[in-house]
């Protein structure tokens, strides 16, 4: 089993490097892949809010979301990541985080729980994965019934200006 | 501190500044009796309640300032240059002490009898005082009595800062709060969370209130009501906290403009109205700038000097007038002067000598119109550069601030009466009031600002909606609007015609950027609504066509339009002075001006190509026309020169043979690699400068695009393909024995440029690359393509020419390689410094020739 936390993302940056630390992590799914963020790094998770498209905008942005009050830039992950449109008749789900001092919000498929890993237990992320996977993944984690995708919040959220 | 303290030095300190104001008034105005007597009464407290705190030393200064106050007042003395000086130096010294108090709790020590002398002196009508300064003493340097002396040095700059004492020390000390008294300082981050938390909280009361209107809960209205009224108060009450008069930035204007005179050797009285008018600090602090610059400049250009004045049969004093009020959401100021007004002959004449326009422009433009062109950057007409003003960047700047905050300038004059600037900026930039359009099922905010009227085109041949040439227009009261479908631009689908509402009704946002005027076709108008301007997220901020983001307040989240961002890009720019002939070009900026050869050929639009493509305008007799293997040729200068027509129904080997034989054809001649071609048209129109403005996609052979070229729509020629055409199989032979033609990679944004500099310069013998941007030339490098030499454009968006030349010196395949810069206007300089090798006009086309010969230092192939 490969030990890698460097290539860990924390979040917060407060945790101390401990290899037996535990980290909390938001697992999701997106086209029925299960992934998870640190939960740390999410602030809230919204459902069903309208979202304006926004003329003009790259594919990667669906639109803008009214967050009470703010205007939150709503990221398609799937396109993202490279995976099919979501079904129109899809719930949207979405993961607000923030990146350089903004919100946005991280349109998913479902979430699903909060899980408690140790970070010890964290593997490379396999390199026959897409180079678009490898890019926003940190590592994969062998939970009991299937493997969890760890997703890299910063790195999904570094758009192109 | 005690408390009483506190109070007095809060007091003081506005006293000071009030002071300031009041002696430079008194200066003006000697026998300005309530002026006199409120500078008494100022000095007079002062002393007053400085004798009952115990401070001795202020007291001292107080006193013999009032005594020499006293005497003034009384008319038993008279108000002199130096007196007013020694006042100032008594009110600073007053300054400096108040400040030491508010700092350390206790008047400094120091010496204040020199200054107490010249006051006594002053008094007793003993002036002039001594020649030499009072020399400070050594605790306390104090400043000199002169007049230059500065007060608020901040502000000025005149004068040497006056020593520790500066009013500056205001900002910091061991208890600031104590000079204010009633006021504290709240960090402007504070408010602006403050502002943002009330916006929201505006917006949730309204959703509260519509969802309580759909319930119906009656028992909720009452509290309810009462919640919005609360909120409602809330938010006014924030935004009076950002508010400040805007007497705060005029305050430093007397005695600078009373400095400015004395420069100058005029008079000058500044009068100022509605200096309590309040704004947002934000919106002050921007028009801080342009408004002092443009009291300068009627300071110095506007107002005569005394002896002008008066043979003018004007009171020797010039008169400028400030004043400002609120109209409706907007602030209205007003810079007047009665000076000699502005000469639109004199601006004319400079407007043609810079190239700004052409006399015949002129000659259609109103008086309004062209006292604009002091807008126009670059523009002065100051006959020589003073300390002051004229060094040619002003009021384009000026203009450029105030509009770039949703406001607007305008200039009246009677030449020899005066001048006057209105400028309406809004209250604040934190909410503007926007019209909500709706197109394709979503809605959009335009700043009302910038909207000018609404149309409903109808049927009527004066709101019709017609095209030309493809290009939407709107005939608006005999103006031709230049249309844009939103739709289009934003590239939303349309909605499918007809259906369950019918006919889908086109609406036309009329909007006005600078005196550029467009119309946005929308489906539909809603309603104006005050929105609060949220900035985009950083990545949306490349879009040009949005200001900004705002939510509604029915909670949804919709873009603001930027009106300059839409005219840039339909290539309406307010550099564009002919809009009403405009023809969107979506390829960039192409605003060059060109000498377009407009001839007459076949039927349909006149065709114009640019005059630089033809080496010769010629006229042959038809005798002269020979038949040599099917096509037409004539002896040309020991050659012979293949002609075509550019009429395609033309039969010229007919022609030639049974034509008129006394008929003359017009022939336009190219040199195609050293070899001519002659292009037979028939009629030659005339010689056009004009900006072009090129409509491109045509599918018609030998066509570029059309463009209206002095009123007309006119199809541009496309030498290129009939260059080729002519020549033919004629030069296939010496083309294909051409080796190794030397390659050239030719850099420019505007692809209009692009189809003109390629053909030609594949004419004349070169490998012709191009690449529309700086970025695309660099990845060729980068891919490791190699060329001859390079022929860039400066100005292009990104990188630029100048980027470019800088990149390809910094190392590289590409270092050492010829780098020839075209350019619309005169940066030789800079374009040598980044390391382009010539500098050639756009589009000169013999000189690019010689400069590539020399470059590549072999012969071209021909």
């Known amino acids: ?161 | 501190m005690d408390d009483l303290l506190a109070e007095f030095l809060t007091e003081t300190s506005e006293s000071l500044s009030e002071l300031d104001l009041a002696v430079v008034r008194l200066e003006r105005a000697p026998d300005d009796q309530p002026t006199l007597s409120l500078i008494f009464r100022l000095v007079h407290t002062i002393k007053g309640t400085c004798g009952f705190l115990g401070l001795p030393r202020l007291e001292r200064v107080a006193h013999a300032s009032e005594t020499v106050l006293d005497r003034l007042r009384n008319g038993s003395l008279s108000v002199s240059g130096e007196g007013i000086g020694l006042i100032l130096s008594a009110i600073d010294r007053i300054r400096l002490i108040v400040d030491t108090i508010s700092r350390t709790g206790a008047e400094p020590d120091g010496n204040d009898g020199e200054l107490i002398a010249e006051l006594i002196a002053l008094a007793e009508g003993r002036m002039p005082v001594p020649a030499t300064p009072a020399p400070a003493p050594a605790s306390i340097p104090l400043p000199t009595p002169t007049l230059a002396l500065d007060p608020v040095p901040p502000s000025t700059g005149a004068a040497a800062p006056p020593p520790a004492s500066a009013p500056a020390a205001n900002d910091h000390g061991a208890d600031p709060a104590a000079s204010r008294g009633q006021t504290i300082r709240v960090s402007v981050d504070v408010l602006e969370t403050l502002m943002t938390l009330v916006s929201e909280l505006v917006l949730t009361r309204n959703q509260f209130l519509q969802q309580l209107r759909a319930s119906g809960n009656a028992e909720l209205t009452g509290p309810v009501q009462r919640l919005s009224h609360l909120t409602t108060e809330l938010q006014e009450g924030v935004m009076k906290t950002r508010m400040q008069p805007i007497g705060n930035v005029w305050n430093m204007l007397p005695r600078q403009v009373r400095d400015l005179a004395h420069d100058l050797g005029k008079r000058v009285d500044l009068v100022m109205h509605g200096a309590e008018t309040e704004l947002d600090r934000q919106v002050l602090e921007l028009i801080k700038d342009p408004l002092t610059h443009m009291i300068r400049n009627s300071a110095d250009h506007g107002l005569e000097g005394p002896e002008e004045r008066q043979r003018a049969g004007k009171p020797p004093v010039g008169t400028i007038t400030l004043s400002a009020r609120h109209e409706g959401g907007h602030v209205v100021i007003e810079i007047e002067d009665d000076g000699r007004g502005i000469d639109v002959r004199r601006i004319a004449d400079k407007a043609i000598a810079q190239g700004l326009s052409t006399r015949a422009q002129i000659d259609s433009m109103s008086d309004d119109e062209i006292r604009r062109f002091i807008f126009q950057p670059g523009f002065s007409t100051a006959a020589a550069v003073t300390s002051v003003s004229g060094r040619g960047v002003g009021m384009d700047v000026v203009k450029t601030n105030i509009e770039q905050i949703g406001g607007l300038i305008e200039l009246h004059s009677v030449f020899g009466k005066g001048s006057r600037f209105l400028i309406k900026i809004p209250l604040t930039l934190a909410i503007v009031s926007a019209l909500i359009v709706g197109v394709a099922g979503e809605r959009f905010a335009i700043p009302q600002a910038s909207v000018i009227e609404v149309v409903l085109p109808g049927t009527q041949s004066d709101t019709r909606m017609e095209t030309i040439d493809g290009a939407a227009v709107l005939r608006l009261r005999d103006r031709l609007l230049p249309l844009i479908r939103l739709s289009t631009l934003l590239q939303l689908p349309d909605p499918p015609d007809g259906g369950a509402t019918g006919k889908r009704t086109d609406m036309v946002a009329v909007i006005g950027i600078g005196s550029v005027r467009l119309g946005l076709i929308v489906d539909g108008v809603f309603d104006t609504e005050e929105i609060v301007v949220k900035p985009v997220a950083n990545v949306l901020r490349h879009i040009p066509l949005f200001g900004g983001n705002t939510i509604l307040e029915d909670g949804a989240v919709i873009m603001i339009l930027d009106p300059t961002g839409i005219a840039r890009h339909a290539g309406l720019d307010a550099a564009r002075k002919d809009t009403a002939r405009a023809v969107a070009e979506e390829d960039g900026d192409t605003d060059q001006r060109l000498d377009m050869l407009l001839v007459r050929a076949g039927i349909g639009a006149p065709k114009a190509l640019p005059l630089s493509l033809i080496s010769r305008l010629e006229t042959f007799a038809a005798d002269r026309l020979e038949v040599s293997g099917g096509r037409v040729v004539v002896q040309y200068r020991d050659d012979l020169m293949p002609i075509i027509s550019l009429d395609e129904t033309v039969d010229m080997p007919h022609l030639a043979l049974h034509g008129d034989r006394k008929a003359v054809h017009p022939v336009l001649v190219f040199d195609n690699g050293g070899k001519p071609v002659g292009l037979m048209v028939e009629e030659i129109l005339d010689v056009v400068n004009t900006a072009l403005h090129v409509e491109f996609g045509t599918d018609r052979q030998g066509v570029l695009g059309a463009a209206v070229i002095a009123g007309r729509a006119t199809d541009i020629i496309d030498a290129a393909f009939w260059l080729t055409r002519a020549a033919g199989n004629w030069f296939r032979a010496t083309a294909a024995a051409a080796t190794a033609k030397p390659r050239l990679l030719v850099i420019d944004d505007s692809s209009f440029f692009r189809q003109l500099v390629a053909p030609s310069l594949s004419a004349a013998g070169y490998d012709v690359t191009v690449a529309d941007s700086a970025e695309k030339a660099l990845a060729m490098r980068e891919a490791g393509r190699s060329f001859d030499a390079i022929v860039s454009d400066i100005e292009m968006p990104g990188l630029g020419g100048l980027g470019f030349a800088r990149k390809v010196r910094e190392g590289g395949s590409w270092v050492d390689m010829p780098l020839l810069a075209l350019t619309g206007s005169d940066t030789v300089q800079e374009a040598r410094s980044a390391g382009f090798t010539d500098t050639i006009r756009k589009f000169e086309r013999d000189t690019l020739l010689s400069s590539l010969k020399q470059c590549l230092s072999q012969p071209i192939a021909a």
């Open chain 1, 1 to 161: 089993m490969f030990s890698d936390t460097n290539k860990i993302h924390r979040g917060d940056g407060q945790h101390p490097l401990d290899d037996r630390q535990e980290q909390g992590f938001v697992t999701l799914t997106l086209a029925d892949q299960l992934c998870g963020v640190p939960v740390l790094a999410v602030r809230e998770v919204i459902t069903n809010s309208k979202i304006v498209r926004v003329p003009l905008a790259p594919s990667e942005i669906a639109g803008n979301i009214n967050l009470r009050g703010r205007i939150v830039t709503a990221v398609d992950t799937r396109c993202r990541l490279g995976l099919e449109p979501a079904p129109d008749t899809a719930d949207r789900v979405a993961l607000v985080a923030e990146s350089e001092g903004a919100l946005y919000a991280l349109l998913i498929d479902q979430v699903q729980e909060v899980l408690s890993l140790r970070l010890d237990m964290i593997e490379e992320t396999p390199s026959n994965l897409s180079s678009t996977w490898r890019q926003f993944s940190t590592g994969v984690f062998r939970l009991p019934e299937r493997l969890m995708v760890v997703l890299d919040i910063d790195r999904l959220l570094a758009l192109p200006a």
